[in-house]
C-alpha cells in the first residue's frame, strides 16, 4: 500500500485539475485529423444545433446559431416558432430577430406567454432551411409539481472521452432539465489535458490555450458540433452555471491559476471575454452585470437556488491547510452580497425542497490519514491539496451551516461538480472529531473520533445531504493510476484505517455514504413530496457507446436531512415527453442539405476586422481537395495558404497581416473544385 500512495496524490491533483500535464506537443495538426470530429451537413446551416434554458413558469429561453455560407458580415434574418405539438401545427408563439458577427451569429429569445408546466416543441428558420426542432418545458406553479426529475452533470472535457452521457440522457423521454454543474469546456491547449489516444479524434479549435473572445467563441463551436451534445440539448432544456474552466483553471475574482498577465494580458480582459461568450453560446437568460447566480422555481415541490463559487466573490485559494488566514471569518468563497442573497432565499423558501446547485464540494473532505503510509507526504501537505473546495474557507462553509441549523430549514440538498468523482454526503458541521497521538515507528498519527455531534448510524446530526456529480469524461484515479490501485483508495476514502494490527484510527469521512472515483456519468436528481433521491448511472468514454449501468441510489425523506441507501433507481414519471425529431423538417419540398455546403463549413472567420492575425476557422464532413488563397479587392490574388488534400475535421488557418495592405480582402476557398468565399477587412 505505500507503494502506491504518492501516485494516489498525483491523482487526486489532476481530479481536481490544480495542473494539467502536458501530454502531447501538437505538430502538423492536419495529420491528426481521422476522426469524427466535423459538421452535420444535413443541419446547414443550422450546425450546432438548437438548445433551450432557464425555464421558468411563462417564459423559457431558445438559442441557436446560424453559419452562413459566406461570411460577409452582414445580418443574418432568423425566424423562430414554438408549439405544444411536434409536427408545429399548434403555434404559440412567433417572431423574427437579426443576428450577425457582433453575438457571433449566435440567436438567443426569451419567449414569453407560455402556460407553466408545458411540454413545447420550437424551431429556427434562416437562409431558406430550417432548424432541427427542439424540445422544451416550462416549470409549474403551485402544487401542479408532484414529481420533478432532472439530469445533473459536470466537467465535459472535449479531449478526455467521448460524450456518451450526453446521448443517454438525451434518449430520456421524462426530465424537466438538465442541470450543468460547470467545466461544460476546458480552456487549455489542443493535446495538454486528456486521453492522448483521442486527440486525433477529437481535435481541439484553436489549438492554443483560449484566451481572447474570438478563442473563446471557437471552443464553444468546437464542443457545440458534438453530436452527443447537441442531441442532448434538443431534448431538454439546460440549466447551467460556469465553473472555471470557461475561464481559467482555479480561477477567482481577481486571477486564476492557469493565467498569466505577462504573457496573455490582464485577468479583467479575459474573464469579461469568457463570461460574454458563455452568455453568447449558452442558453442562459441575459442579466446586465453577466452575473450566474440565480432562483428557479418548481412549484411548491422545489426551489433551485443556483450560485456561483468562481468568479463572483471567492478569494484567491491558500496552499497550506495550517495557514491561520484560512480561518478567518471574513474569508469568502461566495462575497458578501452573493452569500446574503443566498441566505435569504434558503430562509423565505415556501418550496418543500431547497436544492443549491453550485460548483465544488461543500462537505468536509478528508484525506491527511494517507501519510500513515507514504514518508514523502505529511498530513498537512494532503489536506492542503484540497483547498480549492468549501475546505479552503471553513469559516463561510460553517456560518451556512450554522444559519440552516438555527433556522430550522429542512430539506437542503446540495449539488456539486468539479471533483471528477461521484459522492453522497450527509451535511454536518463536524463529521469526526481530529486527534494526534504520537506512536512509536509512526510518529504523530491522527485519529479520527466520533465528534459527538454528528452519529454516523442514524443521521443524528446531519443538516442537509449533498449529491456530487462524476464527470462526464474529465480524469479520474482510473485514468491517472491502476485501476487495482484506484480501487484500493475508493474502498479506503470512507471507512475505519487499521494501519498496523491493534490500530483502529477511525473512520476519516463517516459522513461520507456513497463514493466513486473511477466512473463517469451523471445523476438523476428525482424530487417528490417525501423525498429526493439521486441516482448515479456510469457509461465508458473511450469510445463510442451506449452502454450504460445503474451504479447506486441515495435518498432523503422529508424532515430527515439525512442518506439512506435505495438498491432501485426513482421510478419513471407518470407522463413521458414525445421526444423531438432527428431530422429537420423540409422546406418549401426541399432537403436542407442540398444548397450549403455538403462537405464544407465556414464556422467563423476572426476578428474581424483585423490589425495583426486573422483566423478561419472551418470544417469538413468528407475527404476534400482544399485550396485556400487570399484575394484584394481589385481582384488579385496575394497569397495562396493552402492547396492540398485533407481528411474530415475540424480546422483552423492563420493568416499574418505581414506585408498586406490596409483594405479588403477576399478568401476563396475551393473544395473539390465548389467555390466558397469570405471577406475580411484589414485596417490598423
Not at 498530513?379 to 441549523?405: C, H, K, Q, V
Not at 454526503?425 to 510518529?443: K, N
Not at 506585408?659 to 480582402?665: F, K, M, N, T, V
Amino acid at each position: 500500500m505505500s507503494k502506491v500512495i504518492p501516485t494516489f496524490f498525483l491523482a487526486l491533483t489532476a481530479c481536481l485539475a490544480l495542473t494539467a500535464q502536458e501530454t502531447l506537443l501538437y505538430s502538423s495538426r492536419a495529420a491528426f485529423r481521422s476522426g469524427p470530429a466535423t459538421f452535420n451537413p444535413d443541419w446547414a446551416p443550422f450546425y450546432h444545433g438548437v438548445a433551450s434554458g432557464d425555464p421558468l413558469e411563462g417564459r423559457i429561453i431558445i438559442w441557436t446559431r446560424v453559419t452562413p455560407e459566406e461570411m460577409n458580415g452582414e445580418p443574418i434574418e432568423v425566424s423562430w416558432k414554438m408549439a405544444t405539438d411536434v409536427q408545429l401545427e399548434n403555434v404559440v408563439q412567433n417572431g423574427t430577430v437579426s443576428t450577425g458577427p457582433g453575438q457571433d451569429y449566435t440567436v438567443k429569445v426569451d419567449v414569453m406567454g407560455l402556460q407553466p408546466g408545458t411540454t413545447y416543441y420550437y424551431l429556427f428558420t434562416a437562409l431558406n432551411k430550417n432548424s432541427l426542432i427542439g424540445k422544451t418545458k416550462t416549470t409549474p406553479v403551485g402544487d401542479e409539481a408532484g414529481h420533478l426529475k432532472f439530469g445533473v452533470v459536470s466537467c465535459s472535457n472535449f479531449q478526455a472521452g467521448y460524450f456518451n452521457a450526453y446521448k443517454r440522457l438525451s434518449e430520456r423521454t421524462d426530465l424537466d432539465a438538465i442541470i450543468h454543474l460547470g467545466d461544460y469546456i476546458y480552456e487549455y491547449r489542443d493535446g495538454q489535458y486528456g486521453d492522448s489516444g483521442l486527440f486525433a479524434d477529437r481535435p481541439l479549435e484553436p489549438p492554443t490555450e483560449i484566451v481572447t473572445l474570438e478563442e473563446y467563441r471557437t471552443r464553444y463551436s468546437t464542443y457545440r458540433l458534438d453530436t452527443a451534445l447537441v442531441r442532448a440539448h434538443q431534448q431538454h432544456p439546460f440549466i447551467t452555471v460556469w465553473d472555471d474552466h470557461e475561464s481559467a483553471n482555479d480561477s477567482y475574482v481577481d486571477g486564476a491559476q492557469n493565467h498569466d498577465p505577462n504573457t496573455e494580458g490582464e485577468w479583467e480582459a479575459r474573464k469579461a471575454a469568457a463570461k460574454q461568450a458563455y452568455f453568447e453560446w449558452m442558453p442562459i437568460r441575459d442579466t446586465e452585470d453577466r452575473s450566474v447566480y440565480r432562483k428557479i422555481s418548481y412549484g411548491n415541490l422545489m426551489d433551485l437556488i443556483l450560485l456561483d463559487t468562481r468568479l463572483e466573490g471567492r478569494e484567491e485559494q491558500l496552499d497550506d491547510a495550517e495557514d491561520p488566514a484560512l480561518f478567518d471569518p471574513e474569508r469568502t468563497l461566495l462575497g458578501a452580497g452573493q452569500k446574503a442573497w443566498f441566505l435569504d432565499q434558503l430562509a423565505n423558501s415556501t418550496a418543500r425542497w431547497k436544492v443549491v446547485g453550485q460548483q465544488v464540494l461543500f462537505s468536509e473532505f478528508n484525506i491527511g490519514w494517507a501519510a500513515l503510509v507514504e514518508s514523502n507526504y505529511t498530513f498537512n501537505t494532503l489536506e492542503s491539496l484540497f483547498l480549492d473546495i468549501w475546505d479552503g474557507y471553513p469559516a463561510e462553509r460553517a456560518s451556512i451551516i450554522d444559519f440552516i441549523e438555527g433556522n430550522g430549514i429542512d430539506d437542503v440538498v446540495v449539488l456539486a461538480g468539479d471533483f471528477h468523482c461521484a459522492f453522497a454526503f450527509d451535511v454536518t458541521a463536524e463529521p469526526v472529531s481530529l486527534e494526534f497521538q504520537v506512536i512509536q515507528g509512526l510518529g504523530p498519527v491522527p485519529f479520527y473520533n466520533p465528534s459527538g455531534s454528528y452519529d454516523a448510524a442514524t443521521g443524528e446530526g446531519s443538516i442537509a445531504v449533498e449529491f456530487a456529480a462524476p464527470s462526464l469524461t474529465s480524469a479520474n484515479f482510473d485514468e491517472n493510476l491502476i485501476f487495482s490501485a484506484a480501487s484500493i483508495l475508493q474502498g479506503q476514502i470512507n471507512t475505519p484505517i487499521n494501519p498496523l494490527p491493534g490500530f483502529n484510527l477511525g473512520n476519516p469521512n463517516p459522513h461520507m455514504k456513497f463514493a466513486d472515483l473511477i466512473q463517469h456519468g451523471y445523476f438523476i436528481l428525482d424530487v417528490q413530496q417525501g423525498r429526493a433521491q439521486a441516482d448515479w448511472y456510469f457509461s465508458p468514454i473511450g469510445e463510442v457507446s451506449t452502454e450504460e449501468n445503474f451504479a447506486g441510489a441515495w435518498y432523503s425523506n422529508t424532515g430527515e436531512n439525512h442518506l439512506r441507501e435505495n438498491t432501485q433507481p426513482s421510478p419513471p414519471k407518470a407522463q413521458q415527453d414525445v421526444p423531438a425529431p432527428y431530422a429537420p423538417p423540409l422546406l418549401t419540398g426541399l432537403q436542407n442539405k442540398e444548397s450549403v455546403g455538403e462537405k464544407f463549413a465556414v464556422l467563423a472567420l476572426y476578428p474581424n476586422p483585423f490589425q495583426e492575425q486573422i483566423t478561419l476557422h472551418y470544417s469538413l464532413s468528407e475527404p476534400a481537395k482544399v485550396t485556400i488563397s487570399l484575394y484584394d479587392n481589385a481582384g488579385k490574388e496575394v497569397r495562396q495558404m493552402i492547396d492540398e488534400q485533407l481528411p474530415p475535421g475540424i480546422y483552423s488557418l492563420q493568416l499574418d497581416a505581414g506585408g498586406l495592405a490596409e483594405g479588403a480582402y477576399i478568401y476563396h476557398i475551393s473544395v473539390d473544385g465548389r467555390v466558397y468565399t469570405a471577406k475580411a477587412l484589414l485596417g490598423r
